[in-house]
């Protein structure tokens, strides 16, 4: 498993995409893994401790009730160990967000090793304290919070001393690009003084490139195996080729990042040889003849006087004749004191 602390952190975000079919939710991981992401996170809902049956649908899912919802996708517990193992077996952490006290108990029955936030319980703080006294590291998301509520949220957790990691979202789904808020995570950065992230429910990677461009340790992102299945979240998650993409220009990214770049020219004499411009004759130029700016052409290859250096040559008096068409150099012109 990768380095959380020496590479960007990539999420495939699979929470309900599986609607309730445990086989599904095995071959989700097999698919994410395959795709080189660092950990696949589900979420735990249990339903009883988390919502009243009348509670209202989101707008982007009016699906079937969330109650029943919650109930019908639901894992037991040894199905949950299970996945945990499916991910162990594939070198990628197994996370889940809990929406309940109770979904932290189970979990840390099922062995979690961190925890994800989700932008709802930002305000819970009896669960944020709750996991925060686990000491275990956590990620939190910030989507509908405001910063007084997140304030109060990462001062909860800090209090705990669990390693924290703050991520910028937006809780539209799908986001338009307009309402990323990239600049919001460069002001976590500086408010809190931890390594910050993006969660993302763009269409497409680039709002993650320009997070990770930008000094983002954590990205989360929506995974499905086609936005035509149904649920909460398909609609608006990446496919796998998607995600592919995604993980390969991050990692991209970051070797750019770890190679700066120092702006010499010594290392392409060869190309410079090949691509760039030497002064040459336009014309025939008799012995002792004053070289004119109309008498000089610049042409490939470099390996005569730099076109750069025209001005050093006009003026100057040719020591020999010289035909037009051939590539000036330092000894077709007298010296000076001649």
């Known amino acids: 498993m990768k380095d959380q602390q020496t590479a960007v952190f990539i999420i495939a975000e699979v929470g309900s995409v599986h609607d309730g079919s ?15 992401v ?42 949950w160990k299970e996945l945990k193992a499916h991910c162990d077996a594939r070198d990628v952490m ?36 709750k996991i925060a006294r686990l000491g275990k590291p956590v990620v939190l998301s910030s ?15 800090q209090r705990h001393g669990a390693p924290l990691t703050v991520l910028q979202c937006t809780s539209e789904y799908p986001c338009p690009y307009e309402k990323v808020g990239i600049n919001v995570m460069l002001e976590m950065k500086r408010r809190y003084g931890v390594p910050v992230g993006l969660s993302d429910h763009t269409l497409t990677n680039y709002a993650v490139f320009a997070a990770v461009t930008l000094g ?16 909460s979240d398909a609609r608006h998650s990446l496919e796998p080729d998607e995600m592919r993409d995604l993980v390969q220009g991050v990692r991209a990214i970051e070797t750019m990042l770890a190679h700066p770049v120092e702006k010499r020219a ?34 490939k290859p470099g390996t005569g006087i730099s076109a750069a250096r025209l001005d050093e040559f006009v003026g100057r008096k040719v020591a020999r004749a010289i035909p037009s068409g051939t590539l000036l150099v330092e000894e077709d012109f007298l010296i000076e004191s001649e």
């Not at 989507?143 to 957790?157: C, F, H, K, P, Y």
């Not at 983002?216 to 649920?231: C, D, N, P, W």
């Not at 290392?267 to 070289?291: C, H, N, Q, W």
């Open 94 to 129: 197994f996370l889940s967000s809990p929406f309940s006290e109770e979904a932290v108990d189970l979990l840390e029955e099922v062995g979690m090793e961190q925890y994800k936030i989700p932008s709802g319980e930002v305000t819970n703080i009896p669960m944020l304290e």
């Open 266 to 299: 010594e290392p392409y004499r060869e190309m410079k040889e090949i691509f760039e411009k030497s002064m040459v004759a336009a014309v025939d130029i008799p012995a002792g003849t004053v070289l004119t700016r109309e008498m000089v052409a610049f042409k």
């Open 143 to 157: 989507g509908m919070s405001s910063w007084e509520e997140l304030d109060r949220a990462v001062e909860v957790i």
């Open 216 to 231: 983002a340790a954590v990205i989360e992102k929506h995974f499905t195996f086609s936005r035509l299945m149904y649920g």
């Open 22 to 36: 445990f086989g599904n939710a095995l071959k989700l991981i097999e698919a994410a893994a395959a795709c080189g």
């Open 38 to 79: 660092d950990a696949v996170k589900f979420q735990t809902h249990i339903p009883e401790a988390e919502t009243l049956p009348d509670a209202p649908m989101p707008p982007y899912f009016k699906g079937e009730p969330r109650f029943a919802y919650f109930k019908r996708t639901g894992f037991t517990l040894e199905q």
